[in-house]
Every structure is written in C-alpha cells, then in structure tokens.
Nanobody
Framework: QVQVVESGGGLVQTGGSLRLSCEAS????????MGWYRQAPGKQRELVAT???????NYADSVKGRFTIPGINAKNTVYLQMDSLKPEDTAVYYC??????????????WGQGTQVTVSS
C-alpha cells in the first residue's frame, strides 16, 4: 500500500505564491508519474501538472508559465511551485501517484487534498 500526503496549502492574495509538497511512502516498487490535480466547488477534478520519473512534464494551459513542477526527488517527494496566483486557482489540490508493481500492474493513489484559496 502507498500513502500520499500533501501539505502547503493556505490563503494568499492575488499575485502571491504558494508551494505545495507531496510525499509518497509505503510499499512503492516503481513510481511512473506524480502530479497535481485540483477541484473547485461545483466543478470536476482537473489536471494541473504532472511529471514522469524521467522528468517529462505536462501542464494545464491555465497554469503554464505560472506553475512549476520540479523533478521527483529521492524521497518520492514532488513539489508544485505556484506563482502569480489568481482567484480562479482557488480549489482543493490533490496529489496523484501512479505506481507500477513488480508485476507491471498500474495503480493510482491520491492524497487527501489541501485547500488553496486566492483572495481578490
């Protein structure tokens, strides 16, 4: 079993910055990707940014140029640096981990979510 724990959310003014962190732990054989999704009230969960273990990144168009997801470090931790925040970035942010077992089985794991609120 894999545990996923996020931290770093909070309240910030428009134009401010926040850094989220996510650590995966437990019985991890091989991480394929780690990343961030978000869900605003009344909306579906959407991709924010993901990164593969090889360093390839994928960003939502709405955050390109403002958010950065650096590499997955040796402690299976990934960060999301969020700059130039806007009120529309307000949401619960969830960390996602895609793990491959020794039998090549892929499993999705999610964190509990961390609230990000951007005031205007």
């Amino acid at each position: 079993q894999v545990q996923v724990v996020e931290s770093g959310g909070g309240l910030v003014q428009t134009g401010g910055s926040l850094r989220l962190s996510c650590e995966a732990s437990g019985s991890i054989f091989s991480i394929v990707t780690m990343g961030w999704y978000r869900q605003a009230p009344g909306k579906q969960r959407e991709l924010v940014a993901t990164i593969t273990i090889g360093g390839s990144t994928n960003y939502a168009d709405s955050v390109k140029g403002r958010f950065t997801i650096p590499g997955i470090n040796a402690k299976n931790t990934v960060y999301l640096q969020m700059d130039s925040l806007k009120p529309e970035d307000t949401a619960v942010y969830y960390c996602h981990v895609l793990e491959k077992s020794r039998y090549n089985r892929l499993t999705n794991y999610w964190g509990q979510g961390t609230q990000v609120t951007v005031s205007s």
